[in-house]
C-alpha cells in the first residue's frame, strides 16, 4: 500500500494503494503510466539536476530558450530504517518524503518503490501536477496488494521540467528494509551442567547471547532463568549493545546461580534459561536452553547401619531384649544431621531416631516399642540409617540386613518309646545274650521367625534331680533321628529298677525363646548280673514308715507297689529255673550314733528288713510264684546303696533286693 500526504494547504485526501492505482488511472490524463519511468537512470541520495557543472552552455543556450531559472535542490528521504508491515509491529510502515526543487516548473514526476539491486519497481505513481505528495507511506504491498518480499528497498524519484528547461531530476533514497521475519535469538549456556557447591554452584554460568535478526534492527534482550516449579528463579535484561550496528551481539552474560533474593540453585533439578529478543519494529522471539543441575556428589566413605544380632525378643526376660545397632557415618565432619528409621517390611515405619551433628552416636539401641510407646509387632524388620550431608554431598543411605522380632517361642513336640523301659548291659538279662532295650527320645520342633538354635534333653530321677543330659545344636546331630538312650546316667550309673523317671525336653531359639515338653517313662524290673547270680533291683517298694506293710498308703503309692509286684511276678515266671532270694534293707536314723545304730540294727532294722521280704514273698506267692522258689533274709542297713547320711538319697537303700540263683 502506498499513501502520499499532501501539505495541508492542498486539502487532499490520503490515498489507499487501490486508490493509488486509482490515481494512476485518474491521473492518466495528466501523467504517464506508473511504469513507463522504471528505467530511468539512478543517482545519489540528494543531487541537484544535472548539468549543473555546464553552467556555460546553459548561459550561452539563453539567447534561443527561456531564461533558465536557478536550479533549486530535489531530495528523497525515508524516515526509517525498516520497517515491519504487521498489525503487532511498531514500525509498519515506511514515509518517503519528497521535495522537488522548481516544483513550478515541473513537467511530471514520478515515486517508485523498487528492491535494492535493480530489479523492476513494485510500486509508482506519478503526476503532473506541480505540486506533488511532500510524502508517501509505504505499507510493504505491491500494487497487487500482496505483500512484498522481506528485503532492502529504495525509492526513487524522478521528474522532469517544463520544456526541458531544466536537467531531469533522478534521487534514489536511503535503502530501507521490509522485515517480516522476526529475529533468531542464539542463546549458549556455558557451562549447561551446573556443579552444586555449598554455598551454590562451583562456578558462573556464562551466557553468550546474540541473535540472527533478519533484516530488523535488534533493539532488547531478556534472559529469564526459570526454576524446576516454573517460577521466575531470576532475570537479566538489557538494550542491544550497539544501537547502530545490526548484529553487534551484548556481552555475555554471567550467572552465579543465585535467585534474585540470594537462594542457591537445587542440587539434582533443572532449570531453564529463556531468552528473549526484540527488534526495533517490535518482533520478538525467545529461544531456551536446559540448565542441569548436577546432583551433589557422593560422599566416599559409605554410611552403614548394623543389627548386633540376627534378632532380638523384648519380652522382658533379660534374654536378647534389646537390639542394637552399630551406626557408621561416612564423612562425619560434614554431617549435618541424621535420621534412623525402623521399618517392617508389611507395616512400614515402626520408629525413628533421629540426631544433628555434632551428636553422632556409634550406636543405637532399641527396645522393641513403636513411636507410640507400644510393643512393636513381631516380624521382619530393617534399618535405614539416612545421613544429610546439606550442601557437601548428595544425602546417604545406608539399609540394614533384615532382623527379627520375635517373641514366641518355639512349638515341641516330645516323643519317646517304649513307655515301659528295660535297659541293661548286654548279656545281663538270665538266659539272653541280646542288649537291653533302650529308650528312644524324638524332638520334633519349629519355629515360625527365629531359627532353632539348640536343644536338650534331661532325665529327672525319682529325686527330681538330672540323672542324664543330652543336648547339642539344633538340628541333633542325627537329624530328625530320635536321641537313642541305654539308661545309664550321667555318673556311669544303670537308672534304678521300676521307678518312674521325668523326660524334660527343651527346645530355644536364636533369640532365647524357649519351649518345654515333659514325659515320663517307666523303668522295667531290671536284672543285673552279679558274680555267679543275677540281681534284680526293685526300690521302689514302699513301706508304711517302720513297718512291713506296702498297702496301707496313700492310693497312688499303694497302686504303684501292686504294679511293680505285678512286674516282679512276670518277670520271675520267665525264668523258672531260678529260685528267687529275697533280702531286705532299711535305712538307719541313728546313722550318726554308733551306740545307739547297733542296736538299733539288731532289734529293729533287722527284724524290719526281713519281715518286708517276708511280705514281699507273700505277696509274689499270691501272684503265682511258687514259695517254694523263694527265700527270705533281712540284712537291715548293713548293705546300704547310699549313706544313709544322705537324707535325699537314701530312699534308695530301703528296699528289697531279690536274687535268681541256680
Ligand atoms: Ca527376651
Not at 464 to 485: I, M
Not at 509 to 523: I, M, P, Q, R, W
Request: neutral net charge; hydrophobic residues 40%.
Amino acid at each position: 500500500m502506498i499513501r502520499m500526504r499532501y501539505p495541508r494547504s492542498k486539502l487532499l485526501s490520503v490515498l489507499a494503494l487501490g486508490a493509488a492505482l486509482a490515481l494512476g488511472a485518474c491521473a492518466s490524463k495528466q501523467a504517464a503510466p506508473a511504469d513507463s519511468g522504471g528505467a530511468e537512470p539512478r543517482a545519489g541520495a540528494e543531487v541537484a539536476p544535472a548539468a549543473v557543472e555546464d553552467r556555460g552552455a546553459a548561459t550561452s543556450a539563453a539567447a534561443a530558450r527561456p531564461q533558465a531559472p536557478k536550479t533549486e535542490p530535489s531530495s528523497l528521504e525515508s524516515d526509517v530504517e525498516g520497517f515491519w508491515p504487521s498489525p503487532e509491529s511498531r514500525v509498519k510502515s515506511v514515509a518517503i518524503s519528497a521535495k522537488l526543487g522548481n516544483a513550478a516548473l515541473l513537467r511530471s514526476w514520478k515515486i517508485e518503490i523498487a528492491p535494492v539491486g535493480g530489479a523492476a519497481a513494485l510500486v509508482s505513481f506519478a503526476g503532473t501536477d506541480r505540486d506533488p505528495p511532500a510524502a508517501v507511506s509505504w505499507d510493504g504491498r505491491a500494487q497487487d496488494g500482496k505483500l512484498a518480499a522481506e528485503g532492502r528497498y529504495e525509492a526513487l524519484l524522478s521528474a522532469s521540467y517544463a520544456e526541458d528547461i531544466l536537467p531531469p531530476v533522478s534521487i534514489r533514497s536511503r535503502a530501507f528494509a521490509l522485515s517480516v521475519s522476526p529475529p533468531e535469538p542464539i542463546l549458549v549456556a556455558d557451562p549447561a551442567r551446573l556443579e552444586p557447591s555449598s554455598s551454590g554452584i562451583k562456578a558462573p554460568v556464562s551466557f553468550g547471547i546474540d541473535a540472527r535478526p533478519a533484516l530488523g534492527r535488534l533493539d532488547s534482550w531478556r534472559l529469564d532463568i526459570v526454576g524446576p516449579d516454573g517460577k521466575l528463579f531470576r532475570s537479566f535484561e538489557g538494550p542491544w549493545t550497539d544501537p547502530g550496528a545490526v548484529t553487534a551481539a551484548p556481552p555475555p552474560v554471567s550467572w552465579d546461580g543465585l535467585s534474585a533474593s540470594g537462594a542457591p540453585v537445587q542440587a539434582g533439578r533443572r532449570y531453564s534459561a529463556l531468552l528473549s529478543v526484540r527488534d526495533a519494529y517490535g518482533h520478538a522471539a525467545s529461544t531456551q536452553v536446559a540448565l542441569v543441575v548436577a546432583d551433589l556428589p557422593y560422599a566416599s566413605e559409605r554410611s552403614s547401619v548394623e543389627p548386633w544380632t540376627s534378632g532380638f525378643s523384648p519380652n522382658g526376660d533379660k534374654v536378647m531384649d534389646g537390639m542394637d545397632f552399630s551406626l557408621g557415618f561416612g564423612q562425619r565432619a560434614s554431617v549435618r544431621s541424621w535420621r534412623l528409621e525402623i521399618a517392617q517390611a508389611e507395616k512400614g515405619i515402626v520408629r525413628v531416631f533421629r540426631g544433628a551433628a555434632p551428636d553422632l552416636p556409634s550406636s543405637i539401641s532399641w527396645d522393641g516399642t513403636s513411636s507410640s510407646g507400644a510393643a512393636a509387632p513381631e516380624g521382619r524388620y530393617f534399618a535405614t540409617l539416612n545421613v544429610d550431608y546439606g550442601s557437601s554431598f548428595s544425602p546417604a543411605v545406608a539399609r540394614s540386613p533384615v532382623f527379627i522380632l520375635d517373641l514366641t517361642p518355639p512349638e515341641l513336640r516330645l516323643s519317646y518309646s517304649p513307655a515301659l523301659f528295660a535297659p541293661g548291659p548286654a548279656g545281663a538279662t538270665p538266659g539272653s545274650e541280646g542288649e537291653g532295650s533302650t529308650l528312644a527320645i524324638g524332638l520334633e520342633a519349629s519355629s515360625e521367625l527365629a531359627r532353632l538354635a539348640d536343644w536338650s534333653v534331661e532325665i529327672i530321677d525319682p529325686g527330681e534331680r538330672v540323672f542324664a543330659r543330652f543336648d547339642g545344636a539344633w538340628p541333633p546331630s542325627g537329624g530328625l533321628e530320635p536321641l537313642s538312650w541305654d539308661g545309664i546316667g550321667s555318673d556311669g550309673a544303670l537308672v534304678e529298677s521300676a521307678e518312674v523317671y521325668g523326660i524334660v525336653a527343651r527346645v530355644r531359639d536364636e533369640l532365647g525363646n524357649s519351649a518345654l515338653a515333659k514325659g515320663k517313662v517307666e523303668t522295667d524290673i531290671l536284672v543285673v548280673r552279679d558274680g555267679d547270680r543275677y540281681r534284680v533291683d526293685v526300690a521302689s517298694i514302699v513301706f508304711k514308715g517302720y513297718t512291713d506293710n506296702y498297702q496301707d498308703l496313700p492310693a497312688e503309692q499303694a497302686a504303684q507297689n501292686r504294679l511293680t509286684l505285678d512286674r516282679l511276678a512276670a518277670k520271675f515266671a520267665k525264668f523258672p529255673g531260678y529260685r528267687i532270694r529275697l533280702i531286705g534293707h532299711a535305712v538307719m536314723i541313728n546313722w550318726d550314733d554308733p551306740n545307739l545304730g547297733k542296736p538299733e540294727q539288731a532289734k529293729v532294722l533287722v527284724p524290719l528288713s526281713k519281715s518286708r521280704a517276708a511280705a514281699i514273698a507273700k505277696a509274689l506267692a499270691a501272684r503265682g510264684i511258687d514259695a517254694k522258689r523263694m527265700s527270705i533274709e533281712g540284712v537291715g542297713a548293713s548293705r546300704q546303696v547310699v549313706p544313709d547320711s544322705d537324707i535325699v538319697n537314701r530312699w534308695k537303700n530301703r528296699r528289697v533286693e531279690f536274687y535268681l540263683e541256680k
